[in-house]
DNA sequence: CTGGGGTCCT
DNA sequence: AGGACCC
């Protein structure tokens, strides 16, 4: 650690500084290649080898290797697919059913390295390995698969041996997938999730890339546009290039007053920060789903009988799914897309409080299948669609969804006893008054600890740890995030970079009660 | 006729 | 309830 000198630097230094930000994380993002097509071959192998795509309704959604070779691309239409290439075979996809349970399987096998698992669609998966990375006798640094433009920089802040030892961990996760599922995988190791995501996809399919800390900029730079970035869409799009915004370092060097003014003071920041490959959201574990729908689209009905039977249809599918996972919600939601007169299709949802009723049904024989309960529900559904549809006399729908939701809340019991705290009790900094931390240790809690508890007892506290422990903990949004004490004008002024700085040694501040005094808030304190 | 799902924020 | 985002 600097002495005496240390703050002068910290004021200088940005996010490209490597002696004092910590790259604490290490986050691997696990990718299945083309996953649709994969199932579908493991499926029927006699597809293997032969170009693929998985249809619904008139697009192809995704496609294998072979396909892509041959022209076909992701949401292409059935027809310009079959120009492109008329020997490609189609399998229809519009049922998630396989695509479900393989997801499950593959999310158990990456619940086996980390409870930190959270999912993103049925075929990508965020896992946090931080608490996996050991202090290694030796300095290893073999990186497995690849490094994302290979540099010899080494990151003072130890995250260079962390990731490689991710990368060793992601390498053991794809084998095992490939082993025991039959499936290839592409993954990405950095340390958030954004760059993990991101450095993932430069090296397709079946590979993985690992990004260190250095080199972070030019990965992120490489996207040319905004719009390459996840969490940038089509809306903010919109109106960065309306403020001419049209490639990263631009959206880099923008003022934060302008992109404020478009897009909001939270959002404006954040997408600046992404900019800079800054994520500093956590892995959230992917607990139960908190809505279970099904929907279908198709070509304009106009009677209530057609929608009845879609409905019905519709119904049994859900049904399936909401019995298997064994809950019972409350909420009831129809989503109808009417086909406007005049311009395009619209959407439109109307939501409901209802009793389920089936469930585990005790005594009496109400299943799964039970009528009354269907038809109840069916009553339910077709109330929200009058409600939709209102006193529209020709209305044509091009789509129906039913969708349920309002499950008991896990937390909804004192919080305060369900806490980490109550398992670890707060360390005081009187125990080691001026020892730095050690970076591995800091925040962090004795493993040893944890093995005793009983396994659903150390499930909920690395929940906990994830779920309401400090650190990433979206930025209570003051003003425009502006820490205490800190003139709002000065701050608005800053680089992304110290600001980020700011709001991160704030919520230090915020989490633990020990006063530091040598830090950059200091700075931009007003003297009082 | 651009899918069939999800999540979170406003 | 709608809108934005993700796959």
Same mark, same amino acid.
């Given at each position: 650690?600097?002495?005496?000198?240390?703050?002068?630097?910290?004021?200088?230094?940005?996010?490209?500084?490597?002696?004092?930000?910590?790259?604490?994380?290490?986050?691997?993002?696990?990718?299945?290649?083309?996953?649709?097509?994969?199932?579908?071959?493991?499926?029927?192998?006699?597809?293997?080898?032969?170009?693929?795509? =998985?249809?619904?309704?008139?697009?192809?959604?995704?496609?294998?290797?072979?396909?892509?070779?041959?022209?076909?691309?992701?949401?292409?239409?059935?027809?310009?697919?079959?120009?492109?290439?008329?020997?490609?075979?189609?399998?229809?996809?519009?049922?998630?059913?396989?695509?479900?349970?393989?997801?499950?399987?593959?999310?158990?096998?990456?619940?086996?390295?980390?409870?930190?698992?959270?999912? &993103?669609?049925?075929?990508?998966?965020?896992?946090?390995?931080?608490?996996?990375?050991?202090?290694?006798?030796?300095?290893?640094?073999?990186?497995?698969?690849?490094?994302?433009?290979?540099?010899?920089?080494?990151?003072?802040? $130890?995250?260079?041996?962390?990731?490689?030892?991710?990368?060793?961990?992601?390498?053991?996760?794809?084998?095992?997938?490939?082993?025991?599922?039959?499936?290839?995988?592409?993954? $990405?190791?950095?340390?958030?999730?954004?760059?993990?995501?991101?450095? $993932?996809?430069?090296?397709?399919?079946?590979?993985?890339?690992? &990004?260190?800390?250095?080199?972070?900029?030019?990965?992120?730079?490489?996207?040319?546009?905004?719009?390459?970035?996840?969490?940038?869409?089509?809306?903010?799009?919109?109106?960065?290039?309306?403020?001419?915004?049209?490639?990263?370092?631009?959206?880099?060097?923008?003022?934060?007053?302008? /992109?404020?003014?478009?897009?909001?003071?939270?959002?404006?920041?954040?997408?600046?920060?992404?900019?800079?490959?800054?994520?500093?959201?956590?892995? @959230?574990?992917?607990?139960?789903?908190?809505?279970?729908?099904?929907?279908?689209?198709?070509?304009?009905?106009?009677?209530?009988?057609?929608?009845? #039977?879609? /409905?019905?249809?519709?119904?049994?599918?859900?049904?399936?799914?909401?019995?298997?996972?064994?809950?019972?919600?409350?909420? /009831?939601?129809?989503?109808?897309?009417?086909?406007?007169?005049?311009?395009?299709?619209?959407?439109?949802?109307?939501?409901?409080?209802?009793?389920?009723?089936?469930?585990?049904?005790?005594?009496?024989?109400?299943?799964?299948?039970?009528? #009354?309960?269907?038809?109840?529900?069916?009553?339910?559904?077709?109330?929200?669609?009058?409600?939709?549809?209102?006193?529209?006399?020709?209305?044509?729908?091009?789509?129906?969804?039913?969708?349920?939701?309002?499950?008991?809340?896990?937390?909804?019991?004192?919080?305060?006893?369900?806490? =980490?705290?109550?398992?670890?009790?707060?360390?005081?900094?009187?125990?080691?008054?001026?020892?730095?931390?050690?970076?591995?240790?800091?925040?962090?809690?004795?493993?040893?600890?944890?093995?005793? /508890?009983?396994?659903?007892?150390?499930?909920?506290?690395?929940?906990?740890?994830?779920?309401?422990?400090?650190?990433?903990?979206?930025?209570?949004?003051?003003?425009?995030?502006?820490? @205490? $004490?800190?003139?709002?004008?000065?701050?608005?002024?800053?680089?992304?970079? =110290?600001?980020?700085?700011?709001?991160?040694?704030?919520?230090?501040?915020?989490?633990?009660?020990?006063?530091?005094?040598?830090?950059?808030?200091?700075?931009?304190?007003?003297?009082?």
């Amino acid at each position: 650690m600097e002495e005496e000198n240390g703050d002068q630097e910290l004021l200088f230094n940005t996010s490209a500084d490597q002696s004092t930000k910590k790259h604490e994380r290490v986050i691997i993002h696990i990718d299945i290649d083309c996953y649709y097509a994969q199932v579908e071959m493991i499926l029927n192998p006699s597809l293997c080898g032969k170009p693929l795509g =998985i249809k619904q309704k008139n697009l192809v959604v995704t496609c294998n290797y072979e396909a892509r070779a041959l022209g076909v691309e992701k949401l292409m239409t059935i027809k310009s697919a079959l120009e492109k290439c008329p020997s490609l075979i189609l399998a229809n996809g519009e049922d998630l059913k396989n695509y479900r349970e393989m997801s499950e399987k593959i999310y158990h096998v990456l619940q086996s390295y980390s409870p930190f698992v959270e999912k &993103l669609g049925l075929d990508e998966n965020f896992v946090d390995v931080t608490h996996k990375i050991m202090k290694l006798p030796e300095v290893q640094q073999v990186v497995s698969g690849h490094t994302f433009q290979d540099s010899d920089d080494i990151c003072a802040c $130890g995250c260079t041996e962390r990731l490689a030892q991710g990368s060793l961990i992601a390498q053991k996760m794809r084998d095992h997938l490939r082993n025991e599922l039959g499936i290839t995988s592409c993954a $990405g190791i950095a340390f958030n999730k954004l760059l993990a995501k991101l450095v $993932g996809t430069t090296h397709k399919p079946n590979q993985q890339t690992t &990004l260190l800390s250095t080199s972070s900029l030019s990965l992120i730079t490489s996207l040319k546009h905004p719009r390459n970035i996840p969490g940038i869409g089509s809306a903010i799009n919109r109106k960065l290039e309306a403020l001419g915004i049209d490639t990263i370092e631009k959206l880099q060097s923008t003022e934060i007053f302008k /992109l404020t003014e478009a897009l909001g003071a939270k959002t404006a920041n954040q997408i600046q920060q992404l900019s800079f490959g800054i994520d500093n959201s956590r892995v @959230k574990i992917t607990d139960r789903p908190k809505s279970i729908g099904a929907e279908d689209g198709f070509i304009p009905i106009r009677s209530e009988v057609e929608v009845r #039977k879609k /409905l019905m249809c519709l119904l049994d599918r859900v049904l399936e799914l909401v019995e298997k996972d064994g809950r019972k919600p409350n909420q /009831l939601k129809l989503t109808v897309r009417k086909l406007h007169p005049s311009s395009h299709s619209v959407r439109e949802s109307r939501q409901t409080t209802i009793e389920y009723a089936t469930g585990t049904g005790s005594s009496t024989n109400q299943g799964p299948g039970d009528e #009354k309960h269907k038809i109840k529900l069916m009553t339910t559904l077709m109330n929200l669609f009058e409600k939709i549809i209102g006193c529209d006399v020709s209305w044509q729908v091009t789509l129906l969804g039913i969708s349920f939701s309002g499950y008991p809340s896990k937390n909804s019991e004192s919080p305060a006893e369900n806490s =980490i705290n109550k398992y670890f009790p707060v360390k005081t900094s009187s125990s080691r008054p001026d020892e730095p931390l050690p970076p591995a240790k800091r925040g962090r809690f004795d493993e040893s600890v944890l093995q005793e /508890l009983p396994p659903d007892i150390r499930q909920e506290v690395l929940e906990d740890m994830q779920n309401q422990l400090p650190s990433s903990d979206p930025q209570k949004p003051t003003d425009s995030n502006c820490p @205490k $004490g800190v003139d709002p004008l000065v701050f608005r002024e800053l680089p992304v970079e =110290i600001r980020e700085e700011l709001l991160a040694e704030e919520r230090m501040k915020k989490q633990s009660n020990i006063k530091k005094s040598n830090n950059l808030l200091q700075y931009f304190r007003k003297a009082s």
